[in-house]
């Protein structure tokens, strides 16, 4: 079936640098894509989201770029902090008449102090 | 400000016995989901509901079924329970605002069956 999916399971940045995790996705019907955080044993938690008619979306410190060309997906997050060691998932819609959000496998990501 | 709330926060049951979950979506928020998380694993998303109608399913058992209420809270009711039903149940909630919104989750229930 149609699915989400990350290329790393794990990734150690240095504190400070920049992190960069990437989204594979599958359904071409999909409109809207959303990445969330999930600490050890919370739920997870929205970060930024991106419609199917941008390329680009910035936040606070994070940033998502969307090639639709290729069904990749990616999160930016500059400069980073210990607090944003956490797994990080993508997650896609498809509006034509679904509600469901599809994960994909999140990636670990750990900020080396 | 308000958000999902779901309780039982942690709950232990034997094989064969049943539970419910309950979850309570932010106020004014008429769509709620289900998801099942295993250890290590994505959300897998199960039910959804808007309006207290079943919008969409996804990969629950038939021993499963959930509902929504006419004040929007949701049960997930399990039966039958399996030792591979231990997991971490999330429900989250959205307005149905055209359907480019994000889902609020909630804290989730973790669910052991022994």
């Known amino acids: 079936g149609e699915s989400v999916g990350l290329h790393l399971p794990t990734l150690s940045v240095q504190e400070g640098d920049n992190s960069i995790i990437n989204c594979a996705y599958s359904n071409s019907a999909s409109d809207y894509f959303i990445w969330y955080k999930q600490e050890s044993g919370k739920g997870p938690q929205f970060i930024i989201d991106i419609r199917s008619n941008m390329d680009k979306r910035q936040g606070q410190r994070v940033t998502v770029l969307l090639n639709k060309t290729v069904k990749h997906l990616s999160l930016q997050i500059a400069a980073t902090q210990p607090g944003d060691s956490a797994v990080y998932f993508c997650?896609?819609?498809?509006?034509?008449?679904?509600?469901?959000?599809?994960f994909g496998t999140g990636t670990r990501l750990t900020i080396i102090p | 400000a308000a958000g999902v709330i779901q309780s039982p926060r942690h709950l232990i049951k034997e094989k064969r016995e049943t539970a419910t979950l309950k979850c309570y979506p932010i106020p004014r928020h008429d769509t709620v989901y289900w998801y099942q998380q295993g250890p290590g694993q994505d959300p897998q998303f199960l039910i959804s509901f808007y309006e207290k109608m079943q919008s969409d399913k996804g990969s629950i058992p038939d021993r499963f079924s959930a509902q929504q209420f006419s004040d929007y809270h949701s049960e997930l009711n399990m039966s039958s329970l399996e030792l591979g039903d231990s997991a971490l149940y999330f429900c989250?909630?959205?307005?149905?605002?055209?359907?480019?919104?994000?889902?609020?989750f909630g804290q989730g229930t973790r669910l052991t069956v022994v």
């Open positions: 989250a909630s959205s307005p149905r605002r055209g359907g480019f919104t994000e889902a609020f």
């Open positions: 997650a896609e819609k498809d509006n034509f008449g679904n509600e469901k959000l599809t």
